[in-house]
């Protein structure tokens, strides 16, 4: 568990993400969020539009994230995101993406997420949350890893940010069986192990790209009412009330919400640290993997920043990807 002193911010539960970019001047920053075009995304983009970053809203939806950008620029005086078509379940968008991106980037932020209500695979059998929320933004990751070195170089770091949740509290990796083709399938367990999948990501990123000026932390944005509840069954809801109930979270606003990935962003703490999981705009704690979440639903567990797990995460990973 941690034994260092967490790294800090000035920033709390209730700042919101237009508070933290105060003063900050994003001209000349090349931003692409995924996920861009609802919730969190929609926020983050718009608040790094606001200060100045040019902005790609990665989507799987472009009609929706048309409308988005448009809604940005009337707020933004006419700075207006750009709008790319991006699958995260579909490896030949992602490619597609990569191919076309052309210069530098600063940031990558890893928004976008699906929670299913069921088992549900993408054409090469994975599981569909899975292969969503890390595989997609993993082999995203690895494509653009050139063009962020490249913007690491000219705006002395690049960052990528890896957005989880407390849900990762609920499963580490299981190695044996990723994609559900023995045990019985629970779709939270499911959702749990690709946010743990998310930060493991982060810390492996970093130990292998700090050397090239990349650092990738992870967020839990806490409670937002977001799209991403639109597929919960009976059950799924009645976890989510229940845990609202025990005091496992409080619901913040959408720009509250995105207040913590923007800090990873921009925030001076953590331009050259990574392999963080931050939670109401600090690092936070670690707990052990049998500590209960209604108990701490501010940590982080062990499995989730395990050095061991995510070498061997990104080792697979990889090899998943060349199939």
Not at 141 to 169: E, K
Not at 235 to 250: I, W
């Amino acid at each position: 568990m941690t034994t260092r002193k967490l790294i800090s911010t000035r920033f709390t539960s209730s700042s919101t993400a237009d508070e933290v970019l105060r003063g900050v001047d994003l001209t000349g920053v090349r931003a692409i969020v995924t996920g861009g075009s609802s919730g969190i995304g929609t926020e983050t983009a718009r608040a790094l539009t606001s200060a100045g970053a040019e902005v790609t809203l990665a989507v799987r939806n472009t009609a929706a994230g048309d409308a988005v950008s448009d809604t940005i620029a009337k707020s933004t005086g006419g700075i207006r995101p750009r709008v790319v078509r991006l699958d995260l379940a579909d490896r030949t968008t992602v490619a597609r993406f990569v191919d076309a991106w052309n210069g530098p980037l600063h940031l990558l932020i890893n928004n976008a997420g699906v929670v299913t209500g069921g088992l549900e695979r993408t054409c090469e059998g994975w599981e569909l949350q899975f292969a969503t929320n890390h595989l997609g933004h993993f082999a995203l990751a690895i494509g653009l890893h050139d063009a962020l070195a490249r913007g690491a170089i000219d705006r002395d770091g690049a960052r990528i940010v890896s957005v989880s949740s407390t849900a990762h509290m609920r499963s580490g990796i299981d190695f044996d069986d990723l994609h559900f083709e023995r045990r019985s399938y629970d779709p939270q367990i499911a959702y749990a192990q690709s946010k743990t999948a998310n930060s493991l990501f982060a810390v492996e990123a970093t130990r292998l790209w700090a050397s090239d000026g990349i650092v990738a932390n992870t967020v839990n944005p806490g409670g937002v009412a977001t799209g991403l509840q639109r597929n919960f069954t009976a059950q799924q809801k009645a976890s989510l009330d229940a845990a609202e109930a025990a005091g496992v979270f409080t619901y913040k606003t959408v720009e509250q919400g995105a207040a913590t990935s923007i800090v990873a962003a921009v925030a001076p703490e953590f331009a050259h640290s990574g392999g963080h999981y931050l939670d109401d705009s600090q690092e936070a704690y670690t707990v052990p993997d049998d500590a209960d979440l209604a108990q701490h639903p501010h940590g982080v567990k062990e499995w989730a920043l395990d050095p061991a797990a995510a070498k061997r995460l990104w080792t697979v990973s990889t090899d998943l990807l060349r199939v």
